[in-house]
């Protein structure tokens, strides 16, 4: 056996004595007879060359038996704050490297420290809300962008205002309500929040009628009896009127509003009104009322008590006359008093 070097290539050549001789020559790298091709791997800088398998998980020089004919692929992963740059020897490029052994193989993956990147959010939308992140750093609107080494997973939770709604993210490292994404350039977040119209408060208004009538309220929704409850928007003026049944009169309100007039509630809470009727009296009118008593004073002739006789008006009315001096100032007092018909005595 003997090695000669053509072009800086060692040439291993075998010579075997048969007949008239033969000889087999191959290169440098090419598997020998009967031997196993290996698979050599060197990794420059912070990362790791890793198999689907689990086979392969190299971080500085790796060398591996393997077969003729076998498919490896294998990926590149940089450590915290360092870029993949690239595959040599038998892989080119910064994706995947897809393998078929057919010899000896030797790859090459090389990774290099960069500088931090910016991950950054925007908000959009009508609506309003707060943006964090895990690692911390960020809490938008107030800090929407922090500086990550390449690499790193930042995770992002949107919380939302009263009276608006997250709709999700957008941008092209993210997208939907969800947002968990490995950094590896600069990029930017869209965080979508749209206004929410809130229902207008309500307040209940509920009148009790007492009988005798009915009770509407403008806006519409109170007839009572019947529908004597019925809810408002806050803030809402309700005006109500009572309607007196035949043989009843309308006394007054009480609760929210009071008096016999018209009642108008402005509704900022829960309310409650109640409406009095009162029956007529049937006989009312039918009989004249009684005059009020009168008095008066006059002199007299001397300091003495006297009685005279009384008269009645022939209504009912009966007028009793009284002449008294009690303090010799010689008056007389005379007054009338509603009794029962009598005649003159």
Avoid at 88 to 115: K, R
Wanted: charged share 5%; proline share 5%; with cysteine.
């Amino acid at each position: 056996m003997k090695v000669a070097k053509w072009g800086g290539i060692g040439i291993l050549a075998f010579v075997y004595a048969c007949g008239g001789g033969s000889s087999v020559t191959g290169n440098a790298g090419t598997t020998g007879i009967g031997a196993s091709p290996s698979l050599n791997i060197t990794v420059a800088g912070g990362g790791t060359v890793t198999s689907p398998d689990g086979s392969i998980d190299c971080s500085a020089t790796c060398s591996q038996s393997s077969t003729v004919g076998a498919a490896v692929h294998l990926d590149a992963a940089p450590a915290s704050g360092m870029q993949f740059m690239g595959w040599s020897g038998a892989c080119s490029g910064t994706g995947g490297c897809d393998l078929t052994i057919s010899g000896d193989t030797v790859v090459g993956a090389a990774f290099a420290a960069v500088a931090t990147v910016l991950f950054h959010v925007t908000p959009v939308g009508a609506g309003s809300g707060v943006v964090t992140s895990s690692p911390e750093g960020l809490s938008c609107p107030d800090i929407c962008g922090m500086d990550v080494a390449p690499g790193t997973v930042v995770t992002l939770i949107a919380t939302a205002n009263v009276g608006s709604q997250f709709e999700g993210y957008g941008g092209t490292t993210c997208s939907g309500t969800t947002c968990s994404a490995r950094v590896t350039s600069a990029a930017t977040v869209f965080a979508n929040f749209s206004a929410v119209t809130a229902a207008p408060a309500l307040h209940t208004l509920t009148v009790t009628d007492a009988g005798g009538g009915t009770v509407v309220s403008n806006p519409g929704g109170i007839s009572c009896p019947g529908a004597c409850s019925a809810p408002f928007q806050e803030g809402a003026t309700v005006a109500l009127t009572a309607l007196a049944s035949s043989g009843f009169t309308f006394t007054g309100w009480t609760g929210a509003c009071t008096g016999s007039g018209g009642c108008s509630i402005a509704l900022g809470s829960d309310a409650a009104v109640t409406a009095t009727f009162t029956a007529v009296d049937p006989c009312a009118g039918l009989v004249p009322a009684l005059p009020a008593p009168k008095t008066f004073t006059a002199a007299v002739a001397g300091p003495m008590n006297q009685c005279n006789a009384a008269t009645t008006d022939g209504d009912g009315n009966l007028y009793v006359e009284q002449f008294f001096n009690l303090d010799g100032s010689n008056h007389m007092t005379t007054s009338g008093t509603a009794a029962r018909p009598s005649t003159t005595s």
